[in-house]
């Protein structure tokens, strides 16, 4: 079932001779479950793309229709609260809030929505992140990874329709990234949630079920990982 779809969607900056296509004419679907990494070199489209697809910048043309919504027909405050629910991001740094521990981290989405946390799905998701023993920890108390971690368990809080991941180890040493790499792939499986996630990183991306690269703001290829 698609969740995702991307019809002709362009972004560009400036006018005239200093006219920047970011984004030219891409167009792609995504279904419900997969597991999808967007690679390209830097400068070649993927993070505009994900600014896009994550509700956080307006395209100068196209659409985007998640879980059956025309994302950018919804005014600003509709789209925050769309993004809010149906959207999970996890950065390359975290941007986790300095002054909440982990379980206040992770519940975030939730309690800005004004909803009821559920603590069984809480405390399988900090099981699952194996955080059992930090969730009272601040972020500056925690390793890199075990910051990653909670960025992944807030992103999942709200079971989005897309998690997007923009260069989710490119701040972690090898066996951090390895362990946030299984994290998703784990998420993917367990709870069937729909992963886009950003990198450069080629071999990464093979851990996904399909690769789109982008370069001068084009799609040139979008394949299954064999």
Do not use: C, W
């Not at 030219?24 to 995504?30: A, E, G, L």
């Not at 989005?160 to 701040?171: C, H, M, R, S």
């Not at 972690?172 to 998703?184: V, Y």
């Amino acid at each position: 079932m698609e969740i995702l779809k991307v019809e002709h969607l362009a972004k560009t900056y400036g006018k005239g001779e200093t006219l920047v296509r970011a984004l030219d004419d891409v167009s792609f679907s995504v279904d419900k479950g997969e597991f999808v990494a967007i690679v390209g070199a830097s400068g070649s489209g993927k993070s505009t793309l994900l600014h896009l697809l994550g509700g956080v910048d307006r395209p100068t043309s196209g659409k985007i229709i998640i879980d059956g919504e025309d994302v950018y027909k919804l005014n600003e405050t509709n789209l925050a609260i769309f993004r809010r629910r149906q959207v999970g991001l996890i950065y390359q740094f975290y941007n986790l809030i300095p002054i909440l521990n982990v379980t206040e981290n992770i519940t975030l989405p939730i309690l800005l929505d004004g909803k009821k946390v559920d603590e069984v799905y809480l405390n399988e998701l900090v099981d699952t992140l194996d955080l059992k023993d930090r969730i009272k920890h601040l972020p500056n108390e925690l390793s890199g990874g075990q910051q990653q971690r909670v960025s992944i368990g807030r992103a999942l809080m709200n079971r989005p329709a897309l998690l997007l991941a923009d260069e989710p180890t490119g701040n972690l040493d090898s066996k951090a990234s390895r362990d946030i790499i299984e994290l998703l792939k784990l998420s993917n499986k367990k709870y069937k949630q729909t992963i886009i996630m950003i990198t450069h990183d080629h071999n990464l991306a093979l851990n996904a079920d399909r690769i789109i690269t982008i370069d001068d703001g084009k799609i040139i290829s979008d394949e299954k990982v064999k």
